[in-house]
């Protein structure tokens, strides 16, 4: 059973950056789609970026375009998402998720906290 584990959060002033990676043992993760989804508190759930399995190929959301960066390291099984120029709305707690192909996202991270703030 896959279990992304995701890390890296944490409290970052306006402007900075932060690394988040997602990683799984015991599983190839160059085997699926993998996603960023953010919820902020009283928000729902949205897709921040994801990177397709097959081809290298990102897609990302309006919000973060020219500011995240979505990646994979194959060596080390992780799959990251480099996050430049924090705003304060990037406040959210973020989540990977994969994909194995035409099912939808059926395996989640428990998340981690990013805190914008001065």
């Known amino acids: 059973q896959l279990q992304p584990v995701e890390s890296g959060g944490g409290l970052v002033q306006p402007g900075g950056s932060l690394r988040l990676s997602c990683a799984a043992s015991?599983?190839?993760?160059?085997?699926?789609?993998i996603g960023w989804f953010r919820q902020a508190p009283g928000k729902e759930r949205e897709g921040v970026s994801c990177?397709?399995?097959?081809?290298?190929?990102?897609v990302y959301a309006d919000s973060v375009k020219g500011r995240f960066t979505i990646s994979r390291d194959s060596a080390k099984n992780t799959v990251y998402l480099q996050m430049n120029s924090l705003k304060p709305e990037d406040t959210a707690v973020y989540y990977c998720a994969a994909n194995p192909g035409g099912v939808g996202y059926n395996y989640w991270g428990q998340g981690t906290q990013v805190t914008v703030s001065s």
């Open positions: 015991g599983v190839t993760l160059d085997n699926y789609a």
């Open positions: 990177i397709s399995h097959r081809r290298p190929s990102t």
